[in-house]
């Protein structure tokens, strides 16, 4: 198959025109909207409508249940935690389950004392305890009945050690810096 340039440039110009109509389009139906719900119908440009129609194929619908449902414990989210929990094997189920719990832990922590468990040096080892007594609350509260095992102690020691810092973030863009100057380098020599 052979393509000539203006042939191409013929083609590609028709689908600018072609999105820049339906921009227009959608400026008009977007305008309208903002004016029925007594918004300003200039607060969205057209500008803004085009770099969302040039990525509108990457949009995507997912539905996940309410902020509110995940903190009601509902008998439908006592029995996911549960099952999750006593199904849990290293083998052959790996489920986040201590992540999400020691995760609630650190939010309920940090709704009861207003910092991050584990900000400061001399408090490490207190805020862990207080983190493990909400997750045994928490485990309570869900009607799990065993012990907090081996693997949740692990993830509020390590939640705890971060003390709320995002380390992670830092070290990725670290190395990202780090492996960039290693390629300059190398392609130097």
Partial sequence: ??????????????????ARRDALLVLENT???LTALG?????????EITLFSKHANFVRKIDYRPLAAE????????RAVTMAQESYNPEWNRTAIHDYVALRAWQEFYDRHG???GDEDATLEADAAEMQKIVDEYWKEVGYDGDLDENS??????????GGGELHVIAS??????AQEIVKVSWIE
């Fill in 115 to 117: 910092r991050p468990a």
């Fill in 39 to 47: 918004r300003d119908p200039e607060s969205i440009t057209l500008d």
């Fill in 173 to 178: 863009l670290a190395g990202g810096i780090v």
């Fill in 153 to 162: 102690q692990h993830m509020i020691g390590e939640i705890v050690r971060a």
């Fill in 1 to 18: 198959m052979k393509a000539e340039s203006g042939t191409y440039v013929v083609l590609q110009n028709l689908y600018r025109d072609c």
């Fill in 71 to 78: 903190y009601a414990a509902d008998d439908h989210h006592k």
């Fill in 31 to 33: 305008k309208a909207i």
